[in-house]
């Protein structure tokens, strides 16, 4: 009990286990999603090109809403746009899965629905991002943010496995079924949330436009928060679209599997991140989170070389799984630094900015497989590592307030 409740101190608080619930189910739609979606586009398309092109629509919501997600967090109940958020998804899942299920689905229709997904995401993403402050002490949100971290790796495990099998067990339209009826959990459980630990909300004394300037102006200007994007974005867009928009490519071309192995090779990354998310947990008690973070980076980058290299499946799982561990451990630290920098009027905002990840994600989708179809899969791979690695250390070197970056500084500080 004394080391649950040393590590595992944020589920001593019953709202924050609620939203936390919330978190497995709508990972498990996203991942569910991911594997599905990629299998159906490849499947029609037979075009690495295509499929990255797809995947990257999600970057256009994320990057032109997410400011505005920032201003709804800090002018409206955070509860029911979440809730709002995932009722979109739903019924474009179960639109979806009709077109499926009665074999009238086009490329068009997905680009469409990525998009709209993408919507759902921007305010999903800054939502449950800000009301992890309002379900835990201030002293809690390191380890409330690694516990999100071990749910969404947990669900990345299950999830793709669970997507591959089911494609060939009973078709993907059941699997967009599926997603639909877990984010309609997911809303159920945002509504009645409870937020006991958040700060009073003040009148807005500014425009819309002006908070979101304010906002934009800040992760700029803030070294901390400048470097916190910089460091967050190198995977996203370099390293993490290897993971997601090439899985199809490499079990088809290269391991020469179905579905059952794009489920293998998804679900060990997943496994490996819930080892990171484990880690994550004891990381967020180390000091020196800027140390943290460019281990995480060049560890994945390094991983994902030893992965595209593999001659075998067992060796290319293996390598994926150490991906998985790294890319947690810097995801978790990343975004615990760049919300805890921030002041409590700005929260909201800063925390916008986290969707712009999954929109470097998408739009990495998008080289990432154009880069595959020029070079091959193989090597694409490997370039776009070490050009992560490059820019990590670069970044490093430069950097003073990322090397000198203390959690106990932003632990003490409450703004």
Request: charged residues 10%; glycine residues 8%.
């Amino acid at each position: 009990m004394s080391f649950l409740a040393t590590h595992f101190s944020a589920l001593r608080h019953p709202h924050f286990r609620r939203l936390w619930i919330g978190t497995f189910c709508s990972t498990a739609g996203q991942w569910v999603q991911s594997a599905t979606l990629g299998w159906v586009v490849y499947d029609l398309t037979q075009s690495s090109a295509l499929l990255g092109a797809v995947l990257s629509m999600r970057a256009i919501p994320m990057l032109l809403l997410a400011p505005v997600s920032g201003v709804v967090a800090e002018r409206y109940d955070r509860r029911y746009a979440l809730a709002l958020s995932q009722l979109v998804v739903v019924f474009i899942s179960f639109a979806i899965a009709l077109g499926l299920a009665l074999h009238r689905l086009q490329v068009w229709h997905l680009f469409a629905f990525t998009l709209l997904a993408g919507v759902g995401m921007v305010f999903d993403r800054t939502m449950r991002n800000t009301l992890v402050f309002g379900t835990v002490p201030r002293a809690d949100v390191a380890n409330a943010v690694a516990l999100n971290s071990i749910a969404f790796s947990l669900m990345r495990t299950a999830g793709p496995a669970a997507a591959g099998f089911l494609i060939a067990w009973v078709g993907a339209a059941w699997n967009f079924t599926l997603q639909g009826l877990l984010y309609l959990c997911v809303a159920a459980l945002a509504i009645t949330l409870v937020t006991p630990h958040e700060e009073p909300r003040r009148a807005p004394a500014k425009s819309a436009r002006a908070d979101m300037l304010e906002g934009l102006r800040y992760a700029v200007t803030d070294p901390v928060a400048r470097t916190m994007l910089l460091l967050g974005m190198v995977p996203a867009f370099l390293l993490i679209p290897s993971l997601s928009a090439l899985m199809p490519v490499f079990a088809v071309q290269v391991f020469k599997t179905g579905p059952e192995g794009l489920g293998l090779l998804l679900s060990s990354v997943g496994a490996g991140g819930v080892l990171g998310g484990i880690a994550s947990v004891w990381t967020a008690r180390i000091d020196r989170i800027g140390v943290t973070q460019l281990t995480a980076v060049l560890t994945f980058a390094g991983a994902l070389v030893g992965f595209a290299l593999s001659t075998s499946m067992p060796m290319a799982m293996a390598f994926l799984f150490i991906a998985g561990i790294a890319e947690m451990v810097n995801m978790s630290s990343n975004h615990t630094a760049l919300q805890m920098s921030a002041p409590q009027a700005l929260r909201g905002r800063v925390a916008s900015l986290l969707p712009m990840f999954p929109a470097m994600m998408a739009l990495g989708g998008l080289s990432t497989g154009l880069c595959a179809d020029f070079l091959g899969p193989s090597h694409a791979v490997v370039a776009l590592s070490v050009l992560g690695a490059m820019i990590a250390i670069v970044a490093w070197l430069r950097s003073s307030a990322l090397r000198g970056l203390r959690l106990s500084k932003l632990v003490g500080t409450p703004h």
